[in-house]
Protein backbone atom coordinates (compact mmCIF):
# COMPACT_ATOMS: atom_id res chain seq x y z
CA UNK A 1 0.00 0.00 0.00
CA UNK A 2 2.69 2.67 0.66
CA UNK A 3 4.30 1.80 -2.61
CA UNK A 4 1.24 2.85 -4.83
CA UNK A 5 1.47 6.10 -2.51
CA UNK A 6 5.08 6.81 -3.36
CA UNK A 7 4.90 5.18 -6.50
CA UNK A 8 1.73 5.58 -8.21
CA UNK A 9 0.44 4.13 -11.78
CA UNK A 10 1.69 5.84 -14.90
CA UNK A 11 -0.89 8.19 -16.25
CA UNK A 12 -2.71 7.04 -19.20
CA UNK A 13 -4.75 9.97 -21.48
CA UNK A 14 -7.13 8.81 -23.86
CA UNK A 15 -8.38 10.93 -27.04
CA UNK A 16 -11.63 10.33 -27.30
CA UNK A 17 -12.65 8.97 -30.94
CA UNK A 18 -14.34 12.34 -31.63
CA UNK A 19 -11.92 14.31 -30.91
CA UNK A 20 -9.38 12.08 -32.98
CA UNK A 21 -12.10 12.30 -35.92
CA UNK A 22 -12.05 16.45 -35.52
CA UNK A 23 -8.24 16.13 -35.63
CA UNK A 24 -8.15 14.42 -39.10
CA UNK A 25 -11.13 16.54 -40.88
CA UNK A 26 -8.66 19.41 -40.03
CA UNK A 27 -5.60 18.09 -41.13
CA UNK A 28 -7.31 16.94 -44.44
CA UNK A 29 -9.22 20.40 -44.73
CA UNK A 30 -5.86 22.50 -44.46
CA UNK A 31 -3.70 19.93 -47.04
CA UNK A 32 -6.69 20.25 -49.78
CA UNK A 33 -6.90 24.30 -48.87
CA UNK A 34 -2.90 24.69 -49.30
CA UNK A 35 -3.63 22.41 -53.04
CA UNK A 36 -6.06 24.91 -53.70
CA UNK A 37 -4.10 28.30 -53.05
CA UNK A 38 -2.84 29.87 -56.33
CA UNK A 39 1.44 30.57 -55.59
CA UNK A 40 1.74 33.93 -54.32
CA UNK A 41 4.32 36.14 -56.12
CA UNK A 42 5.81 39.11 -54.89
CA UNK A 43 6.76 41.38 -57.75
CA UNK A 44 10.06 42.72 -57.28
CA UNK A 45 9.60 46.45 -57.93
CA UNK A 46 12.52 48.72 -58.39
CA UNK A 47 13.41 52.40 -58.20
CA UNK A 48 15.95 54.64 -59.73
CA UNK A 49 18.05 54.80 -57.21
CA UNK A 50 18.95 59.10 -56.24
CA UNK A 51 22.25 59.06 -55.26
CA UNK A 52 22.18 62.66 -53.99
CA UNK A 53 18.76 61.64 -51.87
CA UNK A 54 20.10 63.04 -48.82
CA UNK A 55 21.03 66.66 -50.04
CA UNK A 56 17.26 67.10 -51.05
CA UNK A 57 15.83 70.29 -49.24
CA UNK A 58 13.26 68.66 -47.92
CA UNK A 59 14.38 65.30 -47.41
CA UNK A 60 14.72 64.58 -43.23
CA UNK A 61 18.08 62.98 -43.75
CA UNK A 62 19.35 66.85 -44.74
CA UNK A 63 17.27 68.42 -42.35
CA UNK A 64 18.87 66.72 -39.73
CA UNK A 65 22.20 67.16 -41.17
CA UNK A 66 22.12 70.52 -41.94
CA UNK A 67 23.90 70.56 -45.12
CA UNK A 68 21.72 72.72 -47.47
CA UNK A 69 21.71 76.74 -47.12
CA UNK A 70 17.63 76.08 -46.18
CA UNK A 71 18.11 74.06 -43.19
CA UNK A 72 21.46 75.59 -41.89
CA UNK A 73 19.35 78.71 -41.60
CA UNK A 74 16.87 77.13 -40.02
CA UNK A 75 18.97 75.64 -37.30
CA UNK A 76 20.15 78.97 -36.91
CA UNK A 77 17.08 80.80 -36.62
CA UNK A 78 16.12 77.59 -33.55
CA UNK A 79 19.46 78.09 -32.48
CA UNK A 80 18.98 81.73 -31.78
CA UNK A 81 15.31 81.47 -30.79
CA UNK A 82 15.97 79.05 -28.15
CA UNK A 83 18.76 80.72 -26.70
CA UNK A 84 16.51 84.09 -26.65
CA UNK A 85 13.97 82.69 -24.22
Known sequence: MTYK???PS????EVSKLRQ?????HVAWS?????????????????????????????LQAAHDGETWFWQATHMIVLFGVSSI
Open 21 to 25: QLDEA
Open 31 to 59: KEWKERQTDFKIENLRFVHDPHWNKRIFS
Open 10 to 13: SYSI
Open 5 to 7: ILF
